[in-house]
C-alpha cells in the first residue's frame, strides 16, 4: 500500500431488511431482529425458494431525484442510490453548497454490483408473441421485442447503473466505476476507491455494492444448490457456524460507506468514524473442498498489510454464510490465524444478500467498533466442533480497537480489511 495519506470512512448508509438508515439498522442488529419470512409468491411450496430476507415497504421517493429516473432502476439500483444517499448525508455533505467542500472532479463513485435480474412480467408479453402452437420461436424475438418492450429497458438492469445514477445526482465528475466479482464485490469496490484516493487521483470516494438474490429469474438462473431447506422456520434457517446448519438464506440490500482522504476530512470538518488500515486481495478455487487455507492466507495477508497486530482486533465480521464445509473452513482460519477472537456473523439476521452483502455486513461491524458493543448472532443454539470460533447469542463489549472484515464470492475470491478506531 502507497503510504501517502490515510483514508477514512466520514459516513455509512445502509438498507436492508432488518432497517433503512444506520439507526433502525443498528438497533434491529442489538436486538437480535432477523428479516427471514416466509415469500408470499412461494408460500404453498416446500422448496428453498418459500423463505428469504426481502426488504418491505421501502419507498425510494425521498432518495431519488428526479422522480422519474426510478422509470429506469430495478430494485437493487434504487437500494444503492438511497444508501449512498443516506452515507452522504450522514458524512455532513449537503448538496446545495457540495462544489464549495468537495471539487466535483475529485468526488468518485464504486459500486459492487451485478447483471440484475429482469422481472419476467416485463418480458412476458414479448415471449407470447414469439410463441407458436406452444413453441417458442426465437426468430420472431428481434422484431417484436423493439416493438413492445420499453425502449430503455435495459438501462434498468445494467450492473453499472447504480454508480451511474449516483454520479449524476450528485454532480460527481471523478472516477467511476463498477465490480461484478460476487459476494466479494462491494469490499472489493471498497478496496478500488480507497486505492484511488491514496493514489491522489479523488479526494472523497462513494464505495459500496447493492444485490437482489430475490429475483425469480436469478433463482432460476442460480437453481436451489446450498440454499437451506428449513423453509418451516423461517427465521432460523439461517445458522452460521451453527451445528445444525444446512445452508443459506437468500435476500437483498445495499450498504454504502464514503471514504475520504484524511486531510481533506479534516478541513471540511468532518469527524471520521474509522480509518481504513489495511486490506488483501486473492483467490481460492471454487473447485476446492476446503478454503481453509485460502481463508488464512486472506487473514495473514490484511494483517501484515495494515500492521494491526493480531491482539488490536476486537472484532471479526465473518463471511459465513451457513454452508456446511466453508463456514467450518473460515472458522478453522479465523482460530489458526488471531485465536479465540470475537466473531459475528450478521447473515444470520438476513441471509446472503448479493453483492450488497459485505458492506451491509461491514457497516455493523463499524457500528460495533463506534459503539464498543458486538451484537448477537442468531441462531448460534449448538456450537460445532468442525467450527472452533468465539460467537455469541448475547450482547457484548468490543475491547480491542480494530474490526477485521472477510469477504468470499462463490466463484473464489477472497478478501479482507482492517478497519482503526481514530
Avoid at 411450496?45 to 421517493?61: E, M
Wanted: contains cysteine; glycine residues 10%.
Amino acid at each position: 500500500m502507497n503510504q501517502s495519506g490515510d483514508v477514512v470512512v466520514s459516513g455509512m448508509g445502509v438498507v436492508s431488511p432488518i432497517g433503512v438508515g444506520n439507526d433502525a439498522f443498528w438497533q434491529s442488529l442489538l436486538d437480535g431482529v432477523s428479516g427471514v419470512r416466509v415469500r408470499e409468491s412461494f408460500a404453498d411450496t416446500d422448496l428453498p425458494l418459500r423463505i428469504g430476507a426481502p426488504i418491505v415497504g421501502f419507498d425510494p421517493k425521498p432518495f431519488v431525484k428526479p422522480r422519474k429516473a426510478l422509470r429506469i432502476m430495478c430494485n437493487p439500483i434504487q437500494f444503492g442510490c438511497a444508501a449512498a444517499n443516506l452515507a452522504f448525508e450522514d458524512a455532513g455533505f449537503k448538496k446545495e453548497d457540495l462544489e464549495s467542500v468537495v471539487d466535483p472532479d475529485r468526488l468518485g463513485t464504486l459500486f459492487g454490483t451485478e447483471t440484475f435480474f429482469a422481472d419476467p412480467t416485463e418480458v412476458a408479453r414479448v415471449f407470447r408473441s414469439c410463441t407458436e402452437d406452444e413453441n417458442y420461436q426465437h426468430d420472431s424475438w428481434g422484431e417484436l421485442a423493439m416493438r413492445q418492450i420499453q425502449p430503455l429497458w435495459m438501462l434498468k438492469y445494467l450492473p453499472n447503473m447504480a454508480a451511474a445514477h449516483i454520479s449524476i445526482a450528485l454532480d460527481a465528475r471523478g472516477p467511476s466505476n463498477s465490480i461484478c466479482q460476487g459476494e466479494a464485490s462491494g469490499l472489493l469496490a471498497l478496496i478500488e476507491a480507497a486505492d484511488l484516493i491514496k493514489r491522489g487521483v479523488a479526494d472523497v470516494v462513494i464505495a459500496g455494492g447493492t444485490g437482489s438474490q430475490m429475483a425469480l429469474t436469478a433463482m432460476l438462473y442460480r437453481g436451489i444448490a446450498g440454499l437451506s431447506n428449513r423453509v418451516q422456520e423461517p427465521q432460523s434457517a439461517s445458522r452460521p457456524f451453527d451445528s445444525d446448519r444446512d445452508g443459506m438464506v437468500i435476500g437483498e440490500g445495499s450498504g454504502v460507506v464514503v471514504l475520504e482522504s484524511e486531510e481533506h476530512a479534516k478541513k471540511r470538518g468532518a469527524t471520521p468514524i474509522a480509518r481504513l488500515a489495511g486490506w488483501s486481495r486473492g483467490f481460492s478455487d471454487p473447485s476446492r473442498i476446503d478454503r481453509k487455507q485460502a481463508f488464512v492466507d486472506s487473514i495473514n495477508g490484511v494483517l501484515a498489510d495494515s500492521a494491526i497486530a493480531k491482539e488490536q482486533i476486537g472484532l471479526v465480521s465473518a463471511n459465513a454464510h451457513g454452508s456446511r464445509l466453508d463456514d467450518a473452513s473460515e472458522a478453522q482460519a479465523i482460530n489458526a490465524t488471531l485465536g479465540d477472537v470475537p466473531v459475528v456473523a450478521h447473515k444470520s439476521n438476513f441471509g446472503n444478500l448479493g453483492p450488497g452483502t459485505s458492506v451491509v455486513e461491514l457497516v455493523g461491524s463499524l457500528l460495533a467498533l463506534k459503539h464498543k458493543t458486538i451484537p448477537p448472532t442468531l441462531n448460534f443454539d449448538t456450537p460445532d466442533p468442525d467450527c472452533p470460533v468465539n460467537v455469541s447469542k448475547e450482547v457484548r463489549s468490543l475491547d480491542g480497537s480494530a474490526i477485521l472484515k472477510t469477504g468470499c464470492s462463490g466463484t473464489g475470491q477472497m478478501v479482507s480489511v482492517i478497519f482503526e478506531q481514530l
